[in-house]
T-cell receptor, first 114, second 115 residues
Framework: AQSVTQLDSHVSVSEGTPVLLRCNYS??????LFWYVQHPNKGLQLLLK??????LVKGINGFEAEFKKSETSFHLTKPSAHMSDAAEYFC????????????FGRGTSLIVHP | EAQVTQNPRYLITVTGKKLTVTCSQN?????MSWYRQDPGLGLRQIYY???????DKGDVPEGYKVSRKEKRNFPLILESPSPNQTSLYFC??????????????FGEGSWLTVV
């Protein structure tokens, strides 16, 4: 079984300050982990993914995430928020190999203030 | 260009009037899926398909049907829509090969309102 918990439903930051979106997962195997972003009235787009290679993963638009097995976490960070980062972010866990059934977190809404 | 295309993008319909939301992908993906997105509930999976003629229920299948007669198409059917099916729907696809880290590709969403 697998599950994913996004610890904050909303995160509010000022432009130019760091972003931290938290994600904890639970799985009985070594998972694949993803972050997706959804801008208003758009579909979801892949930001980055972890697939058992380097634990620090770099994605698009300056985002990165670190896989920490001991903490079962995959938090998303960005050093400096931009207004265009305002969106909904989803953490996703899946079982690598075989049947591919991903589990989505409930999403975190990132609000960026000028 | 790799894409998942779903239609219609916006639809208002009446209770009980059957409707179909089409989904097509051009990436030869084995895995396709339908999700609905509701405020505070994130994305919930309705049905998924691992290949042609293979479909299975997700977390919220009640009131929906799907079919997978061709690899590229995965329509979502609401036989008798009800107001609680008012939602934003996403179709998605992914390579179903036995490799880890398969990216999911999403359509742009279909806003459905049932009155």
């Amino acid at each position: 079984a697998q599950s994913v918990t996004q610890l904050d439903s909303h995160v509010s930051v000022s432009e130019g300050t760091p972003v931290l979106l938290r994600c904890n997962y639970s799985s009985s195997y070594s998972p694949s982990l993803f972050w997706y972003v959804q801008h208003p009235n758009k579909g979801l787009q892949l930001l980055l993914k972890y697939t058992s290679a380097a634990t620090l993963v770099k994605g698009i638009n300056g985002f990165e995430a670190e896989f920490k097995k001991s903490e079962t976490s995959f938090h998303l960070t960005k050093p400096s928020a931009h207004m265009s980062d305002a969106a909904e972010y989803f953490c996703v866990v899946s079982k690598p190999g075989g049947s591919y059934i991903p589990t989505f977190g409930r999403g975190t809404s990132l609000i960026v203030h000028p | 260009e790799a894409q998942v295309t779903q239609n219609p993008r916006y639809l208002i319909t009446v209770t009980g009037k059957k409707l179909t939301v089409t989904c097509s992908q051009n990436m030869n993906h084995e895995y396709m899926s339908w999700y609905r997105q509701d405020p505070g509930l994130g994305l919930r999976q309705i049905y998924y398909s691992m290949n042609v003629e293979v479909t299975d229920k997700g977390d919220v299948p009640e009131g929906y049907k799907v079919s997978r007669k061709e690899k590229r198409n995965f329509p979502l059917i609401l036989e008798s829509p009800s107001p609680n099916q008012t939602s934003l729907y996403f179709c998605a696809s992914s390579s179903g090969q036995q490799i880890s880290g398969n990216t999911i590709y999403f359509g742009e969403g279909s806003w459905l309102t049932v009155v």
